[in-house]
């Protein structure tokens, strides 16, 4: 009886003294982000250069040629004779309002040109994507119905002004570089058009 004792204490203190293997927990895996979540990023962050470079681009040929349009029927050459006066551009209704069209499209695309550079060197402090959107989308479309707009009324008053005379020049000038503008316009219309229904539906 005792010699069974001493096993049992033996085969005890055996176990006891026995190493247990220590398990340590695999490190757990690192999280990945859900996959909508990196499609949307990555399409953000791949698409958003291109169009800043593109929006840049075209707001800065709409400041020039919005400047060139205004400037032209602002300063025309001074050809001037010993008996007559020459015209000027705010004596007709249809020739100053497409002056003013230009001046305010010239401080839009100022504007926007601003905020393009503030979003590149600030990464969007200066106004939120969903705002620039919005209000891009909005002024575009505006922008480019007084343009047309202004045009066409300055066209008729062109074919009935004479041709010898510095204000028909200027006039001209100004509706070309004003059609031109509305082409930049359009594209540009597009362009926030695009972004505009990407945010909405996509």
């Keep these: 009886m005792k010699e069974r004792n001493d096993t049992v204490i033996t085969c005890g203190s055996m176990s006891s003294v026995s190493p247990i293997p220590s398990y340590s927990p695999a490190a757990p895996p690192l ?47 001074p050809a001037k004779t010993m008996f007559r006066k020459s015209p000027s551009f705010y004596n007709n209704t249809n020739l100053l309002y497409c002056f003013i069209v230009n001046i305010l499209t010239f401080l839009y695309a100022a504007y926007q040109l601003f ?15 969903a705002v620039s959107d919005y209000t891009s989308f909005i002024f575009d479309q505006l922008a480019g119905y007084l343009l047309i707009s202004s045009t066409s ?5 062109i074919q009935q002004m004479d041709h010898s005379t510095s204000l028909w020049k200027a006039a001209t000038v100004s509706v070309c570089m004003s059609f031109a503008v509305f082409l930049i316009i359009a594209i540009s219309a597009l362009l926030s058009g ?9």
């Design 115 to 129: 905020k393009g550079i503030c979003d590149i060197a600030h990464k969007g402090v200066f106004i939120s994507d």
């Design 31 to 77: 999280p990945t982000p859900s996959q909508f979540s990196f499609s949307v990023a990555s399409t953000r962050w791949s698409s958003r250069p291109p169009f800043q470079a593109a929006n840049l681009f075209l707001r800065s040929l709409t400041l020039v040629f919005s400047f060139g349009s205004a400037l032209s029927l602002a300063a025309p050459s």
């Design 194 to 202: 695009y972004k505009f229904c990407k945010r909405i539906i996509w």
């Design 153 to 157: 009324v300055a066209v008729p008053v």
